[in-house]
């Protein structure tokens, strides 16, 4: 598995990712898919207030995205901004094993601790999240007027 720069030729594989879960587009968007267009406003978004986007490649396949944001504006944490799994390759593992590769990103970049938030009504993403460890801090309201549960987690390395 390893991590791709998401890029301006690989948006179509975006697309094909983020449309695949209705029902996280649905809980966090209230729509079941997102235009091109869309999804070129969240990434340029993310990339004004200084995310990294990752595709995630498994086997030559892109399976996922992962966005890092190594200091939240809003509180000075680093963040998880998103996960999200290709809908048809959930439960093969591969958040598992993209948690391994952010967590080597975090040890090599110094950072103890981080945060990342999810719908109050994402059930699977709560489970998932409280699986690896995460901890509910707080709860926000978002700027669609969602409820969001912050997660915070310290990681501890090997070498600790």
Partial sequence: MKL?????????????ILNSDYFFNQISKNKDVYTKEEILDI???????????FLIQKDNQY????????????DGYPWLGLLQIHKDTQGHGYGNEVMDLFYTIMQERG??????????????????????????????ID??????IVY?????FQSE
Avoid: C, Y
Wanted: charged share 35%; proline share 5%; no cysteine.
């Fill in 4 to 16: 791709v720069k998401s890029k301006p030729e690989l948006l179509d594989e975006e697309v094909t």
């Fill in 63 to 74: 399976v996922g995205i992962l966005e890092l944001l190594m200091k939240n504006p809003n």
């Fill in 111 to 140: 950072v103890k601790t981080f945060r990342l938030g999810v719908i109050d009504v994402n059930e699977p993403g709560h489970r998932f999240w409280k699986r690896q460890g995460m901890i509910p801090v707080k709860s926000v």
């Fill in 143 to 148: 700027k669609d007027g969602k409820k969001i």
């Fill in 152 to 156: 915070e987690k310290d990681i501890v």
């Fill in 43 to 53: 990434i340029q978004e993310s990339q004004r207030i200084g995310a990294e986007r």
